[in-house]
Each structure stands twice: as C-alpha cells, then as structure tokens.
C-alpha cells in the first residue's frame, strides 16, 4: 500500500508532502546508499536495548511493592494493629487504583508524548511511597497507597507500548518483556528487603523497607533525559522529521527507516489527516468490529487470566501459604519468600531468550499447563499438611509446598507473565493502542485487587488448600484460552498484526503464519516505480 501511494506521488513515499524539508529524500535513495557498518548496526541495536530498559524501570516499582508489602504487612499488623479485613484491604486496593492511572494513562500518553507520561507515573509514586514511609495511622498508610497505585498504573500501561513502538519486528518479544523483568526484579528485591531489615524494631523496620522503593524513581528521573520519544507518537503528532530521526538511532538501515515511516504513515492515516478522537476511539472499543473483538478477547483476556490465576495473591501472601504449610519462624518465613523471588526472577530470564525463538504460543501453553499443575499439587500438599499428618512428615510437607509455589512462578515468569506485556502491547492497531492496552490494564488491575482483597476472607471460608484448587481450575481454562484466542505474532511487524486480525476467515482457532496474510498486501507494492 505505501509502495503504491509512492508511486502516484512521483515516487517519493507519502509523508514526504508532511516534510517539505526533506523532499528530496526517497525510498530508492536509502537503498542506494552503502549498508551500515556492522559496528554502527551494534551501536544501535545497544540504543534501543538501552531505551528498553529505561522504560521497563518503572515496573521495578510495581514489583518491589508486590514483593516487599507481603513482609511489610507482617510487621504493620504488629505496629499498627491492623485488622485482617484491613490488611486485605491495604495489599489489594493498590491494583484497583492503579486502573485510574492506566485510564488516564491511555490518554495523557497520547496528548504528552510515552516518556513524559512515565515520569509523571514515576512521580506520582514516589509522592505516595514517601506517605506511605512516614504514616502514623493506617489511614495515612492508605492515602499514601492509593497515590502509589495510580502511579504504578500510569507507568504500567505506557511502558510496554512505548517500547512495543520503538523495537523492530524480530526482537519486539524479547525488548517487550523487559517490564515483567522488571517486575520479578521488584519483587526479588522486596524480598530481600523483608529479610534484611527485619532484625530491626518493628516501628521502622517496614517504613524502611517501604522507602527503599523510592531510590528507582531517581533512576527514572534519568532515563527520561536519555531515550528519546516514541516514533509512532511523533507521527501522529505530523512531527516527521523528529520520528525519522529517532528511527535513525533505532534501525539497521536507512532503507529500514524509510519503509518503517512509510507503514506507520499508513497505520496513521496521516495523508488524510485523521487522528481518531478520544471519544470515538472509545466508541470502536466499546462497540467493536469482528476484528477489534477479536483484539480484544487476545488483549484483554490475557490480561484477566493472568490475575485470576492467582499469582499476586501467591505473592503478596506467601508468608501466609508458608505459615499454613507449617513454617514457624518469621525469619524463616521470610527466607522462604526470597527463594520464591529468586525462583521467579531466574524463570523470566529463561523467557526472554526463548520469546522471540520458540514464539508465544508454545511457551504459553508450558506456562499454562505447568501452572495448573503445581497449583494443584500446593492444594493437594497443603490438605495433607492439615488432614493427613501421619502419611508424611512435617519438614516433606513443608518442602512440598514451597517446591509448588516456586514451580508455581517459575511456569508463570516462561510464559503468562511477559508474553501477557508483549501481547497486549502488539495485538491493537496504532488508533486503539493507547487505549486498549489501558482498558486490558483494567481488567488485570480489578481482577489483581478482586484477588487480592479476597484471598484471606475465602482461605477462612474454604481454606488455603481449597484457594490453590479453585485457582488450578481456572488455570485449566485458561489453556483452553491460549489455544482460540491467541494468535502467533512472532516476527510479525505491529501492522502485519493488524492486518492479521482483520482476516476473520482465516483465523483458524487463532492461529496464522505470516503467509497467511501476504496477499491482504496488494501486489503492486512490490511493482510499484520508486523513482
């Protein structure tokens, strides 16, 4: 399509007419010119790497809350006396909060760029982890996490699409992923955090390890003066010569640059000057085409069962699973906890070489199934741990049940957990992405807190064991899920996908090969004069 909109503009691809400038710059011009150095294509290849990463610190505050707060609210109880519903309430709110940032997120990224945006999430957390810190009563404690989800949101949602829009087709998985990294990072370090500093009085010990959060926001501080804006935000913005420029820092070659502009241009729909407005963005979101359904059931979806599942609650209460499994001790509680971190952190990194090798699905059905698995076996270890003393030994029990939960993450850290980022941040057309990666953000954040909020009000009613047996049953369904929902999107380009989505009739249970959608582009592309 852009090969054919050149050819009927004397060649030069369409955004040329926006970038008066440039005009004598081409397609066949780039193509001419030598290949880049292979040290130049290192050195770029390092950026984008380095950009990933900047934008994946905000994750680290989601997850060194996640992981620190199941030790803080051991100590909190102790401090400020705190009810159960209390606690519960504290631990889950965060993730329904965090819905009001990743709304807002959806739009602010659109009307101020994807890196501001994640400064303004960074700040906003750093305001209610400073509350947090310092609260006196647990009514201050909860003004100060409600700040901190909302902060938490707003970088959750923008992270993956800003890094989603700035990597290349072939390595879009790995560099996707880098938040759930960063999250299973966060976690490990809150952790270690609950052990280091759980020696000290249980007045500061967890407003210390509370504070601690607070240092990656300086980090994020800095990184916003490094990476450069989203090229795909540029282009709606009709800021061309600003988006080639920062495709030149981020691509192999000047002839990769100037196809990457031209299929973004077309996603825009800039020659036609048409940025889809709020409210009608909303309108194809709330009353979708057979296509955007479909976008929505792969985007959003994955975004559910990845809560419901029962991972945050697996970690946030830990300590508890532990105390049920048998162990005594707080420190030794604790102990317990960084191995699951260990565990689950060790796991993603396995994920990231494999995403853009094995693709999505396959990894998706491992993560499923074995998750399955092993909640069932922590439901089945932590029944006989209460029912059935005299088959087994207190210390097999106990081993038992933390081989299940780390099983548990290390089968969610391969496959729902970062492929869940890389997905939902791939499967949305340029008009809708903002958008709908906050509304699959929503429907996480409510099912987290649901989760969450639930988790010791329904282990009194029908236990813990009876908690992991329900979570295994959904775990179940969620196969079935992955294989008609989800469709394969490695090595595809964010347009590619699109297009894929619109081919309802070859679907095929949610399954097509990129040959599949070779002849939705018209065949004069490759026809087409350049010059």
Not at 209 to 215: C, E, P, Q, S, T
Not at 221 to 250: D, H, N, T, Y
Not at 468 to 491: D, H, N, Q, R
Request: proline share 4%.
């Amino acid at each position: 399509m852009a090969d054919a909109g050149a050819a009927g503009n004397g060649g030069r691809s369409k955004y040329a007419a926006l970038d008066r400038s440039e005009e004598q710059e081409t397609v066949l011009d780039a193509r001419r010119r030598p290949p880049v150095p292979e040290s130049e294509r290192r050195r770029r290849e390092r950026f984008v790497f380095a950009c990933a990463v900047f934008a994946s610190l905000n994750a680290i505050l989601l997850g060194y809350d996640v992981g620190v707060m199941s030790g803080c609210i051991i100590y909190m109880q102790k401090d400020l006396h705190i009810t159960e519903f209390q606690q519960e309430i504290l631990v889950g709110c965060l993730s329904v909060v965090s819905l009001l940032g990743s709304l807002s997120g959806g739009r602010t990224s659109d009307a101020i760029g994807r890196k501001w945006t994640m400064g303004l999430g960074a700040v906003v957390f750093q305001l209610g982890a400073v509350i947090m810190t310092f609260a006196p009563s647990f009514t201050v404690l909860m003004i100060g996490r409600l700040l901190a989800g909302v902060g938490i949101g707003f970088g959750a949602m923008v992270s993956g699409v800003y890094i989603a829009e700035i990597s290349p087709a072939g390595s879009r998985g790995t560099l996707t992923s880098l938040p759930e990294i960063c999250i299973n990072l966060g976690i490990l370090l809150g952790y270690v955090s609950n052990y280091a500093f759980s020696g000290l009085s249980e007045h500061i010990n967890w407003r210390i390890m509370l504070g601690v959060g607070i240092l990656p926001s300086v980090f994020i501080g800095f990184a916003l003066f490094v990476i450069p804006e989203s090229p795909r935000w540029l282009m709606m913005e009709k800021r061309v010569s600003e988006a080639r420029a920062v495709l030149l820092q981020i691509s192999e070659s000047e002839a990769e640059v100037e196809e990457r502009l031209a299929e973004i241009e077309e996603a825009a729909g800039l020659m036609k000057s048409m940025k889809s407005e709020e409210k009608e963005v909303w309108r194809e979101l709330l009353n979708p085409s057979p296509a955007v359904r479909r976008m929505l059931y792969a985007g959003c979806g994955i975004q559910l069962f990845q809560q419901i599942t029962g991972i945050d609650a697996t970690v946030y209460y830990s300590p508890t699973i532990f105390r049920d499994a048998g162990i005594k001790s707080d420190q030794e509680l604790l102990a317990a906890t960084v191995a699951v971190g260990f565990t689950k952190t060790v796991f993603i990194l396995v994920a990231i070489f494999l995403i853009d090798k094995v693709g999505r699905k396959p990894l998706l059905y491992v993560s499923t199934i074995g998750m399955t698995a092993c909640l069932f076996l922590l439901g089945v270890a932590l029944t006989l741990q209460k029912h059935a003393m005299g088959l087994m030994s207190p210390r097999v029990g106990i081993d038992l049940a933390i081989f299940a939960v780390c099983g548990n993450v290390a089968f969610f850290s391969i496959g729902m957990g970062p492929i869940c980022w890389v997905l939902s941040s791939e499967v949305f057309p340029l008009r809708l992405r903002a958008q709908g990666s906050a509304l699959g953000q929503v429907g996480g954040r409510v099912s987290s807190g649901l989760v969450s909020m639930s988790f010791l009000s329904m282990a009194r009613a029908i236990s813990v064991a009876g908690m992991f047996f329900v979570f295994a049953a959904i775990s179940t369904i969620s196969v079935l899920f992955v294989y008609f929902c989800v469709p394969e999107t490695k090595g595809k380009t964010l347009e590619q996908i699109e297009m894929m989505f619109e081919s309802g009739d070859e679907w095929r249970g949610g399954e097509i090969e990129l040959e599949d959608t070779q002849h939705l582009i018209p065949s004069n592309n490759k026809s087409a004069p350049l010059g």
